[in-house]
């Protein structure tokens, strides 16, 4: 990793300390509950485990760990690791660990009665920490906008459009090598039952359908440098069913371009609320947290 990046790392973890938003409870601003997406990262800095993440698209299937830790509230330090098996058609086939990812991320913003969010992130694929048949030798360093915002403040003419709510990443990937820079952007569309449930109407449905989310992921990557290629990626339609401590999602990846895959996929996510789970220990900031 460069010297660069390194200084950089630590500009954004003394900014952390400097400037931290208030944080609530996981994905929660006002009425709202924004379930943690699969796809592209949500904003909220958190305690949270993805175990496991199971992608199975382009001949190849990782199944990935992700862990994300509150150092003070508004402030959270990820980590993540996944192993890869590849069987490529027309190549041989290759298995093993791919690089770690150290993700700091850093609520700037929120708003809980217009359901916004801001924050930043930085994620670091450290180069060479992975096995050589499937993993880079060099690092990539992504500094990341990340938003969410919640559509329950439109009017009572279009009241069933409130459960609406969206998020949205933009970052800009630098690999350590000669390989083109890319902007890297992605999000969500998503429709909250239970808030339709509570917030709207009463619609009589039953505690496990309330529970689900109908959502849309998009996840694309776009190079920046003449010869770098064009614009890959997946949209993703699917649902999650979101507990209190737990979720579950799977969605279909449909690639936008011949570039992007030849066929469908599909991801798939157990994901667990350590805030929740553990209010009083591993859920809450290691600074700052409420006694």
């Excluded at 699969?38 to 958190?46: G, L, N, V």
């Excluded at 199975?56 to 830790?69: I, P, R, W």
């Excluded at 109908?214 to 993703?236: D, H, K, L, R």
């Amino acid at each position: 990793m460069s010297t660069k990046h390194l200084r950089f790392g630590a500009l954004f973890i003394l900014g952390g300390w400097l400037l931290p938003a208030t944080a609530s409870a996981h994905g929660v601003l006002g009425d709202r509950f924004f379930p943690a997406t699969i796809t592209s990262d949500d904003p909220f800095a958190a305690d949270e485990l993805a175990l496991p993440t199971i992608t199975h698209f382009n001949h190849e299937t990782d199944y990935d760990f992700d862990y994300s830790k509150s150092i003070f509230p508004g402030f959270a330090l990820g980590i993540g690791v996944g192993y890869v098996d590849a069987k490529p058609p027309d190549d041989t086939a290759a298995t093993g660990f791919g690089n770690f990812h150290i993700s700091p991320a850093l609520e700037l913003f929120r708003d809980a009665k217009d359901e916004f969010i801001v924050s930043a992130g930085v994620d670091w694929e450290v180069g060479g920490t992975g096995s050589k048949a499937v993993a880079d030798s060099r690092s990539t360093y992504t500094p990341t906008l990340k938003y969410g915002k919640g559509f329950g403040d439109l009017p009572d003419s279009v009241a069933f459009l409130r459960p609406l709510a969206i998020t949205g990443t933009v970052g800009y990937a630098i690999p350590d090598s000669s390989n083109s820079k890319s902007i890297e952007w992605g999000g969500a569309v998503e429709y909250s039952l239970l808030y339709l449930q509570n917030n709207v109407r009463d619609q009589g449905l039953s505690n496990f359908v309330a529970h689900l989310t109908p959502i849309v992921e998009y996840a694309f990557s776009s190079p920046v440098q003449a010869g770098g290629g064009g614009t890959t990626g997946t949209i993703n339609p699917g649902i999650i069913w979101s507990g209190q401590v737990e979720q579950f999602a799977i969605e279909a990846m449909i690639p936008v371009n011949h570039d992007s895959g030849g066929s469908i996929g599909v991801i798939a996510q157990l994901h667990f609320y350590i805030d929740d789970m553990f209010p009083q220990s591993l859920g809450r900031p290691i600074f700052g947290g409420k006694t």
